[in-house]
């Protein structure tokens, strides 16, 4: 009787607690929840990217021809159609195919995380699906679960598993969407939907119940014009469901790929910059910069455009400097084997990161400004230590600017057990490096110098999205992330101190200008300045800006790099308003575009020949090259509000068509509204 007794009662709590899982908001978690979930990740730093599938065997050609772009996409970029890329799984045989290998390699470079492709947009899984027959069992001579030997050899390794999973699928019937224009050109799948529920989402229970726990599920493919914002929630939720403490990226939503992530109007716990590092950090935003090795992220034979160790380790520097993880790419070739190149690459890393690694890892971003190409700064979590890495040789001697010393510092050079003598001429802090030590420094590339500060209140931050306002002002919120630091703050540009007004209420911008903030608290060095500008336009400003350009070109040119022969005002895309009649010369119109409403919108350019339309300094429609007047179409989502673009247009000959349209929340497609555009 007391046997049956504690299975009712562990059946009653084993329900209880799956009811309570079912229940939990997870879009709206604490912000204690979220930082014990998201504890590894921010301390990890570094991880490894891995690209790889059937894309691998024509390893960038198709019959026998080069094919523009990167690896991965040559389903798309030939195109291929979908029998004929199927039979590449007949020559998938990966026999050299060590998982072992692969996460020493990782664990080796210093790497903590490993994300693998799942299933790429080409629809092929590495898995053994129960969902889907194309897959490695099912379809391959080498009929071996790599994701199973993968998995279990990263925890053997103490690596973080993790899995990339694309949204999109060029192979499945109900999602092969508008980039893959050979089979289907329309703007929405009608069985979008029935692909969601019955193919995307039972793969990913597959996926995250079978091979789990994962770190890190990373999405990728949002932007087809299929996917909402909705939708990225719906999956979002669905996913923490399965696993409440697996990390999710920003592209499950409709954010794009840059720094959004945990906003309202967005979805995610990550941002992901690709091929870059952010100008500078977020304080209070976590984001991942992804990057290549050489240029593709899939194996493609002819690419031996490799970056330099030297710029890798040092993108990695820079990126923990700013706040952010560095997910650095590996694409194996169709035998499983990682390309030489990558492999040399990564263990010069991993050499460094045993002599320097306690300057990234658990490290968080550093407020003292930049000093030159050559230095950067992380901080130990409790602000006491400043780590300072400096690309090259240091010499005899090294000054940094900004630090909040102490009487009795102490300054190490990491992998040198001494002490190092310093003096102070006034901000400035010199270190003194002995001969011995100058000639032959223990970082080889770059090299940290580790400094016992006084702790530093952190930076204020700004709540504000909106920058830009018509005639109307904007509130700004303001927060210090240390408990118990008062905030000034000035609206004129200069430097705060503890006489300038305190932080209580929201700051209101009436007028352009800058707010700077600082935080102060006893027995700490106040903040350094954080900083922003506002702009109050006024409303009857409609229109934009153009630069006229004459020249001869097959694809945009960088028009940054020409002079233009005429600028002026304008209200209208017409190139024949600007340029009556002729051949060979380019536009670029500019200005700020009012979005109405939060939401996803699509935005279509038809132009004889390319057009490039940026928005938020991101490209969202792309038209490039010689053509007659066709029309492209990109997808974002925008918050409500005022936002720079930029739309470059080159005419070589015959017509001179451009026009803009855009379709968005509750509006069909039409013209782009003139009274959108200010100047």
């Known amino acids: ?299 493609r034979e002819s690419d031996l455009n490799w970056k330099s160790d030297t710029t890798l380790i040092w993108n990695l520097a820079e990126t923990a400097s700013k706040g952010g993880n560095f997910l650095l790419n590996v694409g194996p070739t169709a035998q499983g084997l990682i390309p030489q190149a990558s492999v040399d690459r990564l263990h010069r890393m991993g050499q460094w990161l045993r002599i320097n690694g306690e300057a990234i890892y658990r490290t968080r971003e550093c407020q003292i400004p930049e000093q030159g190409k050559n230095l950067r700064f992380t901080q130990s979590p409790d602000g006491g230590t400043v780590y300072a890495l400096y690309l090259g040789r240091p010499g005899r001697g090294v000054k940094i600017k900004g630090l909040p010393l102490l009487p009795d510092s102490q300054v190490f050079l990491l992998g040198h057990e001494k002490p190092l003598q310093w003096k102070c001429e006034g901000d400035a802090l010199n270190i003194e490096i002995p001969q011995p030590l100058a000639e032959n420094p223990p970082g080889f590339i770059a090299h940290t110098f580790r400094i016992s500060v006084r702790p530093m209140v952190e930076k204020p931050r700004f709540s504000q999205d909106q920058k830009i306002s018509l005639n109307e002002p904007i509130f700004v919120a303001l927060e210090s992330p240390t408990p118990g630091a008062s905030i000034h703050y000035t609206l004129d540009g200069s430097i705060p101190d503890e006489s300038s007004p305190l932080y209580g209420e929201p700051v209101v911008i009436s007028r352009s200008g800058t707010l700077m903030a600082r935080a102060f608290k006893h027995g700490m060095a106040p903040s350094t300045a954080s900083e922003t500008s506002f702009s109050i336009l006024d409303s009857t400003a409609n229109g934009m800006t153009y630069a006229l350009y004459e020249g001869e070109w097959s694809s945009l040119p960088d028009f940054g790099k020409l002079k233009p022969v005429r600028t002026g005002e304008t209200w209208s895309f017409d190139p024949a308003g600007i340029r009556p009649g002729g051949d060979h010369f380019g536009i670029v119109f500019k200005g700020r575009i009012q979005i109405p409403e939060n939401g996803a919108y699509t935005f279509f350019i038809k132009s004889d020949d390319g057009s490039l339309l940026r928005i938020g300094g991101k490209p969202v429609a792309v038209n490039d090259g010689l053509h007659g007047p066709v029309e492209a179409q990109g997808s974002a989502a925008f918050l409500k509000g005022l936002h720079n673009f930029e739309l470059g247009f080159f005419e070589a000959t015959g017509g001179e068509a451009l026009e803009v349209s855009v379709e968005g929340p509750g509006m069909r497609k039409q013209p782009l509204p003139p009274h959108w555009l200010i100047r």
């Open 1 to 299: 009787m007391k046997k049956w007794l504690c299975i009712l009662i562990a059946g009653i709590l084993m329900a209880c607690c799956g009811r309570k899982t079912a229940d939990r908001d997870y879009l709206h978690e604490t912000e204690a929840e979220r930082s014990e979930r998201m504890a590894w990740w921010r301390e990890a730093r570094f991880g490894l990217f891995i690209h790889w599938g059937l894309y691998a065997v024509p390893a960038g050609k198709y019959k026998g021809e080069e094919v523009w772009g990167t690896g991965e996409w040559i389903m798309n970029s030939a195109p291929i159609p979908v029998p004929e890329y199927e039979a590449y799984a007949a020559r998938f045989n990966p026999v050299h195919f060590n998982a072992d290998e692969w996460a020493g390699l990782a664990a080796d470079a210093g790497m903590k995380y490993l994300v693998i492709t799942s299933k790429h947009h080409d629809g092929f899984c590495l898995w053994d699906s129960k969902i889907s027959g194309y897959d490695v069992m099912d379809r391959t001579p080498f009929k071996r679960d790599i994701l199973r030997e993968l998995s279990e050899a990263c925890r053997r390794r103490g690596i973080r598993f993790c899995l990339y999973h694309s949204i999109m699928d060029w192979h499945h019937p109900d999602a092969q969407g508008i980039f893959y224009p050979a089979y289907n050109t329309s703007k929405t799948n009608p069985g979008f939907q029935r692909y969601v529920d019955t193919y995307l989402k039972p793969q990913l229970e597959e996926l995250v119940s079978g091979y789990g726990p994962l770190g890190v599920l990373w999405f990728d493919g949002q932007w087809i014009n299929d996917w909402t914002l909705q939708t990225g929630r719906d999956l979002y939720r669905f996913v923490r469901s399965l696993q409440p403490d697996i990390i999710v990226n920003n592209r499950v939503g409709k954010g794009g790929t840059g720094l959004s992530g945990r906003k309202e109007e967005s979805v995610g716990d990550f941002g992901t910059p690709e091929q870059e590092i952010p100008p500078q950090g977020l304080l209070g935003v976590d984001w991942e910069s992804c990057m290549t090795m050489n240029d593709t992220w899939g194996f």
